[in-house]
């Protein structure tokens, strides 16, 4: 079973422009993006899928695939044009996100393992437990609700499951005390790392936007719309991602001071 792992890479970005060619660390920040998916066992070949000249030259320069594609509204619809034109034998196909340089290799090889022990299922992701309340109530953060086998049943950027009867902080509170230790937030955290059979993901990018993901800005729920089944595996921690210079601020000094 051949599993490709893409990095879907645009030159601007709205909040950082040029923040994957970032290099006060004395590499780009895509480079350990690259670097962190290369060490993950079960992907067989990792690409990037850039519309970009300039990032396309600067990773192959640190050794990386880098395919060219034309301009995409979603990182989804670049991927998919690399795996119809140059991935005809892939099995599985990872949508990996450039700018989390700190990504545990070992969950994108749980996200694997949990697809192939699943043939049924059309899509995977990953989420981690909230214990945060100002993670659960931040609408940047999505959150997902998931049935009994680990399928998602919705992604919102509200606060979902709704906790009637308190305040969140306080349970959280309470789940963080050393008496209730065995217990686990009811809320997850979405981590936006796919994986996909190629087919389902070269259908799904032919389908229009569909009512709730326009509403929600949330692309996975035009698959939960057409009725696929998305399964949500569980990492033990959330990768950082970087959106904002403050956030590469912080990257740089954890950099450091390893």
């Given at each position: 079973?051949?599993t ?44 990037i ?6 990032i ?38 990872v ?33 981690t ?18 049935a ?63 009512r ?47």
């Amino acid at each position: 079973m051949k599993t490709y792992g893409i990095i879907p890479a645009r030159l601007q970005s709205t909040r950082l422009p040029r923040k994957l060619l970032l290099a006060e660390t004395g590499k780009p920040l895509i480079q350990y993006s690259w670097e962190a998916a290369k060490k993950a066992s079960s992907l067989d070949e990792v690409v990037i899928a850039t519309d970009s000249e300039e990032i396309a030259a600067i990773c192959r320069g640190f050794g990386a695939k880098a395919e060219m594609t034309g301009d995409h509204p979603s990182g989804s619809d670049r991927i998919a044009e690399v795996v119809k034109r140059s991935c005809s034998d892939a099995d599985l196909v990872v949508n990996l996100q450039g700018d989390e340089p700190e990504m545990d290799p070992a969950a994108i090889d749980k996200l694997v393992a949990a697809m192939k022990a699943r043939p049924e299922i059309e899509m995977s992701t990953l989420a981690t437990p909230i214990t945060s309340a100002v993670i659960l109530e931040d609408r940047a953060c999505v959150k997902v609700v998931c049935a009994a086998d680990g399928r998602a049943l919705y992604f919102s950027r509200l606060p979902i499951p709704c906790f009637r009867d308190g305040e969140p902080a306080d349970l959280l509170a309470e789940l963080r005390d050393a008496g209730r230790s065995g217990l686990q937030s009811p809320w997850l955290l979405h981590m936006g790392i796919y994986a996909y059979k190629p087919e389902f993901l070269l259908a799904l990018t032919q389908l229009p936007p569909s009512r709730l993901e326009q509403l929600e800005k949330l692309e996975q729920l035009r698959a939960l719309e057409a009725g696929a089944s998305i399964l949500v595996v569980q990492a033990k921690h959330a990768s950082r991602g970087i959106d904002t210079s403050a956030d590469y601020l912080a990257f740089v000094e954890r950099h450091r001071a390893t």
